[in-house]
Structures are given as C-alpha cells and as structure tokens.
C-alpha cells in the first residue's frame, strides 16, 4: 500500500492509498476527531498549482438568519464571494465579525441588506449577533476552488485533477488558525484518505 500523504503542519494522517481505477480523480476523505470518531463539518480546501486563487466575479453565497440562528453555522467560499445576509425572522438582527480576516456590522435590520459582504481575504471569520449572544457561525475563506465539508459521517468527496497538491483542514471546534497541511499526491486513478485532526472528543 503506498502512502501518499505526510502531514506537515499538525493532524495525524491514518492511512492514504491509491483505489481502484475510476474516471477521473476522485478523492474520498474521511476525517476523524481525536478519539477516532468521525467529525461532521471539517473542512476540507486542496490547493492545485496554476488554478486561480479567487472566484469568478458575480460568485455569491448566503447565510441566513432563521430561528434565532445562522444557516449554515459554517459557510465555506471562495475569496472574493460576495455573501448575502438575508434575515427571514420578525425580530431584527446586528451581523458583526471581529475577525482580521473580515471586520464589519450589518446594523439592525431586517429583510436583505441592499450590499453583500464580499471575502476578500483567505482565513476563518467568526460572525455573530449583537443581539442574540447564542447566534454563532463560521466562514471559511479558502484560495482555491476545491473544497468541501464533512459530513454527518466524517466523509466528503472532492474531483481534483492528478498531480502533486496541498491539502488544508480545519474545524470549528479550533482556533481561527490551528489549521492542518499536508502534502496530497493524486493519481490518476483517484485517491482514498483518511486524516484525524485535534479535535476533542465530544
């Protein structure tokens, strides 16, 4: 079995071997926490040489305000998304991010603010609401156009083009900047992974 991964920065690496021959170059990642349990909602962004760092211009995303909460909690983008902050409940909501990555506030309002917030710069930004303290989400801004979450079973699937690349996770349950690096060989055939990153079990 050979190895295609060695992990740079910090995460353990399990195990990363070619699969069987498919169409294309799939990636399949399964993401565990610390006790080996599978993590939902760990993100996953492979950088590839010679691709652009920033979206297509017109790129949009949205999180939303519904319940007294964010959806999604995590909104992963491109750099250079403009994101949309429709509030769809009666009461009015503050939208605020503190983090360097992407300081603003959208004042109480209601309804969709007339500009979107645009992510300029790559990083993680923490948003939340001046009015309801329990409000929480995260956007993930990655350089690259292949990314992906996990989902409720620690899995995610990513279509990458074969060659030498940089693989990036993180997680909210971290710090802003405790993401992982790794090196990431891709076959032609596709590739199977499995990473684990310090995440506590819950």
């Excluded at 492979?46 to 017109?58: C, E, F, I, N, S």
Aim: with cysteine; proline share 9%.
């Amino acid at each position: 079995m050979a190895v295609l991964w060695r992990p740079l920065v910090t995460g353990a690496l399990l195990w990363a071997a070619a699969a069987p021959a498919v169409l294309g170059a799939v990636v399949t990642v399964s993401v565990t926490d610390a006790a080996g349990q599978p993590l939902a909602d760990a993100v996953v962004a492979v950088l590839v040489r010679g691709q652009r760092a920033t979206a297509a211009p017109g790129t949009t995303a949205q999180i939303g305000q519904k319940d007294r909460q964010f959806l999604p909690m995590l909104q992963v983008v491109q750099t250079g998304t403009a994101v949309q902050f429709p509030n769809f409940d009666a009461v009015r909501h503050h939208v605020y991010s503190f983090s360097p990555v992407k300081r603003f506030e959208l004042k109480l309002y209601v309804g969709t603010p007339e500009a979107p917030v645009v992510f300029d710069r790559p990083g993680v930004a923490v948003l939340g609401c001046n009015i309801h303290d329990r409000m929480q989400a995260h956007v993930v801004v990655v350089d690259t156009p292949h990314f992906a979450k996990t989902d409720a079973a620690g899995q995610l699937t990513l279509d990458l083009p074969p060659g030498e690349h940089t693989l990036r996770s993180w997680h909210p349950a971290l710090a802003e900047t405790a993401w992982s690096v790794m090196p990431l060989a891709v076959p032609a055939a596709g590739t199977r992974a499995s990473l684990t990153l310090p995440v506590p079990a819950r």
